[in-house]
């Protein structure tokens, strides 16, 4: 596809990422319009279609496929996911794909050997830290080599609140899988085996569920990338990196845009949720898909990374649920994606 004409794209799940992406369509993007927004509630994918000139509403995402669209940007809750990309793949049609690419490592398989039938790449997966401006710079040094090898990476990922369906296996399905794809991204390495550690859970989680929870990834380069998952935190939302090499270390994350000192105190503001720490970065991703997919190109997180974040998630909800360390076992790499 070479189009000049805007992209016609329809938004499958019209829950809070949704509806955010088809603000961000609408509003912020160029290039590309919301033609079709589906989900099984009626009412939501009214509500939001009605916000967009021209725009229809839908309950069936396979019925929104099968009119004129050029692109499917999926957001729906991810065990939703396999069945919108399989039948996007029935009309050859290019995906942004919200994290998770699907909720387990089976199912991401099924969705690899269907976009390989097709012949050619079709998905970008939603790993939005690979746009965010201060994970771009920190993987461009690393890539400069003067720091050295990267020895290990610390991360600190840490919510507000975790919404009250969240159990213990998803604070790493869901939330280290940032995490996951990100140590895979920065160092250049896949994940080899997973340890997760959980203290006495904090007075601030829900009965049961086991958070904070601290996460030890090996990977084949000789690395170790650890992650603090906390998502009762209480105070504010916050996303950290630390890289720690030869020769120094670098770190990101630090939300120092502005700092104020007055009344015998300095500081700043911590964001409250990742639509506002990730804004840039959710702005510059669905950008570069409108723009690639306008040219017939795929780039970013593709199928493998999904594939990957999820064969190490399910490693680590092992891990979690038996304790020790749990290898991951990956698929050889099909030459579609190397
Ligand atoms: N990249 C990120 O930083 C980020 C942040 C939050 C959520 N997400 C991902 O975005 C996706 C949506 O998350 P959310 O927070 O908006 O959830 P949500 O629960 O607010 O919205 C999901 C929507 O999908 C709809 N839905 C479920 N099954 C469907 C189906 N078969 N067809 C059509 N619609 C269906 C639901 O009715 C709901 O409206 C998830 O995959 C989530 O992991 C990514």
Redesign the pocket.
């Given at each position: 596809m070479n189009r000049r004409e805007p992209l016609r794209v329809a938004v499958?799940?019209?829950?809070?990422?949704?509806a955010d992406h088809v603000r961000r369509i609408d509003r912020v993007v160029s290039g590309a319009r919301v033609t079709a927004v589906?989900?099984?509630?009626a009412e939501?994918a009214e509500a939001v279609a009605a916000g967009v000139d021209g725009c229809t509403a839908h309950t069936d995402?396979a019925a929104a496929m099968a009119a004129d669209v050029d692109a499917v940007l999926i957001?729906?809750?991810?065990p939703?996911?396999e069945?919108?990309l399989l039948t996007a793949f029935a009309h050859d049609l290019p995906v942004l794909c919200?994290?998770?690419l699907t909720p387990d490592a089976a199912s991401a398989l099924r969705v690899m050997e269907a976009e390989q039938a097709l012949g050619h790449r079709r998905v970008q997966v939603?790993?939005?830290r690979r746009y965010d401006t201060e994970y771009v710079r920190l993987k461009a040094l690393l890539e400069t080599g003067r720091l050295g090898r990267p020895l290990m990476l610390h991360n600190r990922h840490r919510n507000v609140a975790g919404p009250p369906f969240f159990t213990s296996a998803m604070l790493i399905t869901?939330s280290v899988a940032?995490e996951v794809d990100a140590t895979r991204w920065l160092l250049g390495h896949e994940i080899t085996a997973v340890t997760v550690l959980s203290p006495t859970p904090s007075s601030g989680a829900p009965e049961g569920l086991r958070d904070p929870q601290f996460v030890v990834l090996e990977t084949d380069g000789g690395a170790l990338s650890d992650v603090e998952i906390f998502v009762n935190c209480g105070f504010g939302y916050q996303v950290q990196a630390e890289v720690v090499c030869e020769r120094g270390t670098a770190r990101i994350g630090d939300g120092h845009a502005l700092v104020t000192s007055t009344a015998g105190r300095w500081g700043g503001t911590i964001a409250q949720d990742?639509t506002e720490r990730?804004a840039q970065a959710y702005d510059d991703e669905i950008q570069t898909w409108v723009d690639t997919t306008r040219r017939g190109e795929v780039t970013g997180p593709g199928t493998w990374d999904g594939y990957a974040a999820a064969a190490v998630c399910e490693a680590g909800v092992r891990a979690l649920e038996e304790g020790g360390r749990v290898e991951v076992d990956l698929v050889e790499k099909p030459a579609l994606y190397r």
């Open positions: 499958i799940g019209a829950g809070r990422m949704g589906v989900d099984i509630d939501r995402p957001a729906s809750s991810g939703a996911h069945a919108a919200e994290k998770p939603g790993f939005m869901d940032h990742w990730f």
